[in-house]
């Protein structure tokens, strides 16, 4: 296999000079990526089990707001409302609600869009470290306002705060990005894969179980909202001990403005998707090696915009065409997030590098009877079905992009390397619920 200056993007190498095969060198534990990569895995994980613990209650929480006459969400709801007449959609209260849900979810990914690029840009100034304590701090006081709110007012602006917070899974890409070894990044991609995966499989559960044992008076959200706040205090205390700095000084950018210069070119939408902000400088790609970025990135887009819209309106089509309950649907979520967790940990994080493309290829193929299995799905089984095969490719397609994405850029470019990555993400993201949810 040739460097990137002939590579295509079935078959690329990972940085320029190198093979894309295994070569010998210092073991993970020589070099120290293998404790990088697990204090990662462990603190995505901790963050995981947090974030996730929502997702079942989403429909049972904006139920809760509508029958009680919240002034505000009745307000939105109007707008909502004419939204809908507008653009075609039954005027019909559960398919308002899906819409309701696909915008709230498409407000946290643009938030996400616009802070992700300039958490990079600042970490690729300040070090991974320090921005990712701050952004886990703006995680705490999000999940300290849903604990609190008892107003959607409120709980709107906890969902605000979260999405501008949200960068640090963006950083734990660049920490792993920073890793010399290619065979460490496309390793450390995997194990955020499977991070992704546990969190999406036990955090589900436990917050639809939490909201079983509701006591009498309580709102049925607040057990939830105090252990996610929990996770991310732990979490805050084990990066702060434990996370090493994987940015020195001598590779960082030479001035916060350079970054943040960097940053304002993914908060363009055409900028993004030409990877603008790395053409800056000495370190500029060659022109294949940003044709490639090019390539992957849109890939990376058009999966996520299918996958974030099919996630995201998921539990409200099983619960409106099931009758699911919360704890239905956690029990869907455990079963999505421990077919990724075994194909992640038994085969991505072993595709050799040099092999990711071929293994993206086969399974964004697996999509298309996915999704049809799951939009035509009358009945359960056939559901499950259509879910197999949807864990099966989200398994493999995002952790191998990344593993690819990571080897371009260099030491000063891989936050904004990644954050292009994770701003294409946060866009699909935004886009992705809304239209499915006006299509449903």
């Known amino acids: 296999m040739g460097s990137p200056r002939s590579a295509t993007p079935d078959n690329m190498a990972i940085r320029t000079g190198e093979s894309s095969c295994p070569t010998k060198g210092k073991s993970e534990a020589e070099d120290g990526s293998g404790w990088v990569i697990t204090i990662v895995f462990l603190a995505l994980l901790i963050d995981l089990l947090g974030f996730t613990l929502i997702l079942p209650l989403l429909p049972s929480i904006l139920e809760y707001y509508s029958k009680n006459d919240d002034g505000f969400y009745l307000s939105l709801q109007h707008g909502v409302d004419w939204f809908a007449a507008v653009i075609g959609v039954p005027l019909e209260r559960k398919y308002n609600t899906v819409l309701f849900g696909g915008l709230?979810?498409?407000?946290?990914?643009?938030?996400?869009?616009?802070?992700?690029?300039?958490?990079?840009?600042?970490?690729?100034?300040?070090?991974?470290?320090?921005?990712?304590?701050?952004?886990?701090?703006?995680?705490?006081?999000?999940?300290?306002?849903?604990?609190?709110?008892?107003?959607?007012?409120?709980?709107?602006?906890?969902?605000?705060?979260?999405?501008?917070?949200?960068?640090?899974?963006?950083?734990?890409?660049?920490?792993?990005?920073?890793?010399?070894?290619?065979?460490?990044?496309?390793?450390?991609m995997a194990m955020i894969g499977v991070a992704f995966s546990l969190g999406f499989t036990v955090g589900p559960m436990i917050g639809a179980y939490l909201a079983?044992?509701?006591?009498?008076?309580?709102?049925?959200?607040?057990?939830?909202?105090?252990?996610?706040?929990?996770?991310?205090?732990?979490?805050?205390?084990?990066?702060?001990?434990?996370?090493?700095?994987?940015?020195?000084?001598?590779?960082?950018?030479?001035?916060?403005?350079?970054?943040?210069?960097?940053?304002?070119?993914?908060l363009s939408p055409l900028a993004l998707f030409q990877f603008s902000a790395v053409t800056r400088g000495k370190d500029s790609p060659s022109?294949?090696?940003?044709?490639?970025?090019?390539?992957?990135?849109?890939?990376?887009?058009?999966?996520?915009?299918?996958?974030?819209?099919?996630?995201?309106?998921?539990?409200?089509?099983?619960?409106?065409?099931?009758?699911?309950?919360?704890?239905?649907?956690?029990?869907?979520?455990?079963?999505?997030?421990?077919?990724?967790?075994?194909?992640?940990?038994?085969?991505?994080?072993?595709?050799?590098p040099g092999c990711e493309i071929k293994a993206v290829k086969r399974a964004i193929m697996l999509l298309i009877p996915a999704f049809l299995l799951i939009g035509w799905a009358g009945n359960v089984t056939v559901l499950s079905t259509g879910l197999l095969l949807y864990s099966f490719a989200a398994a493999i397609v995002v952790p191998c992009l990344s593993a690819v994405v990571s080897g371009y850029g260099s030491a000063s470019q891989k936050g904004t390397v990644m954050g292009i990555l994770r701003s294409l993400g946060a866009l699909a993201r935004a886009l992705g619920p809304i239209l499915s949810a006006a299509g449903n």
Request: glycine share 10%; charged share 15%; with cysteine.
């Open 287 to 352: 022109r294949e090696n940003l044709q490639n970025l090019k390539v992957l990135g849109l890939v990376y887009f058009l999966y996520l915009f299918l996958f974030s819209g099919l996630e995201y309106t998921l539990s409200f089509l099983t619960h409106q065409r099931f009758q699911f309950s919360s704890m239905q649907q956690g029990k869907m979520f455990f079963f999505i997030g421990m077919t990724m967790a075994v194909i992640q940990g038994g085969y991505t994080r072993r595709i050799r």
């Open 104 to 188: 709230i979810g498409s407000i946290f990914s643009i938030l996400q869009f616009f802070f992700s690029p300039l958490t990079g840009a600042a970490s690729d100034c300040l070090g991974r470290r320090p921005i990712m304590l701050l952004t886990v701090v703006g995680l705490i006081a999000s999940y300290a306002l849903w604990a609190i709110s008892r107003s959607f007012g409120i709980f709107l602006l906890s969902r605000v705060l979260g999405g501008i917070s949200k960068g640090n899974v963006s950083l734990s890409t660049a920490i792993i990005a920073d890793l010399h070894s290619p065979k460490a990044r496309s390793k450390g």
């Open 212 to 266: 079983m044992e509701t006591g009498k008076g309580e709102v049925f959200y607040l057990r939830s909202a105090l252990l996610a706040l929990m996770f991310a205090v732990a979490d805050l205390i084990f990066i702060f001990f434990l996370l090493p700095e994987t940015l020195p000084k001598e590779k960082r950018v030479s001035s916060m403005m350079c970054g943040f210069q960097a940053g304002i070119d993914l």
